[in-house]
């Protein structure tokens, strides 16, 4: 990741809307919604330096919804990505 660069997740519809933030390869928890704390993770890809996908653990039903991808330099907005999340809730037999 570029110097000064911010990669933030968010769910507009949360408040607050951060579902995780990365600064400069540094992961920044402060402002993350808890719903979200200790579930989120996005690994350093050597292999693809541009890579800023977002690993969520422990999928819940509540977790579906649209997330925007937000690549900031200083304050400056270089890339918006909208993903939309489904889960799907499991059957039991």
Do not use: F
Not at 33 to 51: C, F, L, Q, V
């Amino acid at each position: 990741m570029e110097q000064d660069t911010t990669v933030t997740w968010t769910r507009p519809d949360l408040d607050p809307s951060t579902v995780h933030r990365r600064h400069e390869d540094r992961d920044e928890p402060d402002g993350q919604n808890t719903r979200y704390r200790g579930r989120t993770a996005m690994r350093a890809n050597e292999a693809d330096p541009k890579d800023l996908s977002l690993a969520l653990s422990k999928p819940e039903l509540s977790d579906t919804g649209s997330y925007d991808c937000i690549i900031s330099k200083q304050k400056d907005v270089l890339k918006l990505t909208d993903v939309e999340l489904q889960v799907k809730g499991q059957h039991s037999l």
